[in-house]
Structure formats: C-alpha cells, structure tokens
C-alpha cells in the first residue's frame, strides 16, 4: 500500500515529526552525546505517542531513554530536565514529574515552552487552574505566537471557561482563519 497525504491527511502531521526522530537517530550514531538530538529525539517520540503515530511501547521507552541520558550528560540543561519531566508525567510519576519543571524552571524561568508544559501539567494532573493560569499567562507574556495563545485556551477550556476562552480565540481566528488549532 503506498502512502498518500490525499487519502490520510493525518498522517502528513506525523511525518516531519519522524523525520526529526531519523535524523536524531543518525545524529547520535556519529555523536551518542549530542545534547540537542537527545532532545529532540525524546520531544519528537512523544508527538508521535501523543498523536497516535506511534504506539506508547514504541515511543516512551526511546523517549525516556533520551531524556534519562540527557539529565545525565547535561544537568543545567532545562531543556534535558523538561523532557524527563514529560516522561515522568506520562508515567504517573508525578513527584518526579513536578520536580523536573520546576528544575527546568529554575534554570530558565524565562523560557515559555516550559512555563507551557508546566501549566498544563497543572492542569491535567493536580487540577489546580489557579497555577495553571499563572504559568500560561507567563508564556504568553514570553511568546505571545498563537501556539501559545491556543495553549492557554487549552487551560480555560478544561477549567471550563468557556467564555474568556471564546474572547481570547475569536481575534486569533479572525487574524488567521487558516489556523486549525484556535
């Protein structure tokens, strides 16, 4: 069966995703050290465990392998203590999980990707919308491109703010009504 984006538009989303992850992979056989590839690997891994490209058993392992690595080789790394804090938190450990963001947090607060995962970490497990708020708000604040705009939607929508969420998406759809995710 030959792949065509035509007949299964998802996976076109999953493509470069796996495309990183190869290149990853190549990158680590000359340089089994290189900090930026152990990142990427271990991010690219969950997208595609994330959105159902991979299965968890195919992904989190490699995943998790990276980002343990990475924290190793790299300790004032926040990108390398992030990556091992999403591991923990997609397996239920969530003291370690927490540990890790705040880490990473520590060593670059003014980094909005983390304020990001943070928020939604505070979101989806301890169901604490006032901290969620904060950290997402923050990332706004530190990039206020619409990914992260959608981000802190993502928080209103399961603190069940409906309306605040509609105020703040309608003006990113009416700037760019291609834009799928607001």
Not at 132 to 158: C, K, Q
């Amino acid at each position: 069966m030959t792949y065509s984006p035509d007949k299964y538009p998802g996976k076109a989303v999953g493509a470069p995703w796996e495309e990183t992850v190869w290149a990853a992979d190549a990158l680590l056989k000359t340089d089994p050290e290189n900090h930026a590839a152990l990142i990427s690997l271990s991010d690219h891994l969950v997208l595609l465990w994330c959105f159902g490209f991979y299965s968890r058993g195919r992904a989190m392992p490699r995943a998790r392998a990276a980002a343990e690595k990475a924290v190793a080789l790299y300790p004032k790394s926040a990108d390398a203590h992030r990556v091992l804090a999403v591991q923990n938190f997609s397996d239920w450990r969530y003291t370690e999980a927490d540990a890790g963001y705040l880490k990473a947090l520590e060593l670059a607060p003014e980094n909005a990707l983390l304020h990001h995962y943070y928020a939604l970490y505070q979101s989806a497990v301890r169901r604490d919308y006032t901290p969620a708020y904060r950290y997402s708000r923050r990332s706004v604040e530190l990039d206020p491109s619409p990914g992260m705009i959608v981000g802190l939607s993502s928080i209103m929508y399961f603190a069940q703010d409906f309306e605040d969420m509609i105020d703040l998406l309608v003006p990113l759809i009416e700037r760019d009504p291609e834009f799928g995710s607001a």
